[in-house]
């Protein structure tokens, strides 16, 4: 069983800062390919950020520049710098990760984390 924990979000001022942490347990292999999405009340979840197998970085229109995604490989974690948060990016964060469980690496499995809330508010 994998599982991904998140921490990190709260409560933040426009213009503030928050660093998002999704660390991943269970019996893992590998790990593919991580990404942050998230979802504001009543709008479908759209990614975030993203590190694609064989890494690089992607980011949404809206948020490049103020976000950045890395990645621990010895520690399975994830993280999310977010800088000069505006109110519209308050919303749900979860973190998602592409599972590889055994030597095979052909198969992999998605996995989410639980979300924390990340609100940008004066």
């Known amino acids: 069983q994998v599982q991904l924990v998140e921490s990190g979000g709260g409560l933040v001022q426009p213009g503030g800062s928050l660093r998002l942490s999704c660390a991943a347990s269970?019996?893992?292999?590998?790990?593919?390919?991580v990404g942050w999405f998230r979802q504001a009340p009543g709008k479908q979840r759209e990614l975030v950020a993203e590190?694609?197998?064989?890494?690089?970085?992607n980011y949404a229109d809206s948020v490049k520049g103020r976000f950045t995604i890395s990645r621990d490989n010895a520690k399975n974690t994830v993280f999310l710098q977010m800088n000069s948060l505006e109110p519209e990016d308050t919303a749900v964060y979860y973190c998602?990760?592409?599972?590889?469980?055994?030597?095979?690496?052909?198969?992999?499995?998605?996995?989410w984390g639980q979300g924390t809330q990340v609100t940008v508010s004066s």
């Open positions: 590190i694609p197998f064989g890494g690089g970085t």
């Open positions: 269970g019996s893992i292999f590998s790990i593919n390919a």
């Open positions: 998602n990760a592409k599972v590889v469980l055994t030597s095979d690496v052909r198969y992999e499995y998605d996995y």
